[in-house]
């Protein structure tokens, strides 16, 4: 599974500047998250970042299949 908080961002028109500061993360916790770098997601930044940008966690989340 992978994120996809990059692409909602861009289908919003909003940058990761402006959710860094919605979210009020450390920005190297910030990063990891955003950039599909973390193994775990404590589920109260996950109920942030869908409430921030709109949608659920069925719209973040996205199946992969690389390494």
């Given at each position: ?36 770098k973390t193994s775990a997601i404590k ?24 390494k």
């Open positions: 599974m992978k994120l996809r908080i990059l692409d909602i961002l861009k289908e919003k028109g909003k940058t990761k500047y402006w959710l860094y500061n919605q979210l009020g993360l450390s920005y190297q916790n910030f990063n990891n998250i955003v950039n599909n589920f109260d930044n996950l109920k942030s970042i869908c409430d921030i940008l709109e949608c659920t966690p069925n719209d973040l989340f996205d199946e992969y299949y690389g």
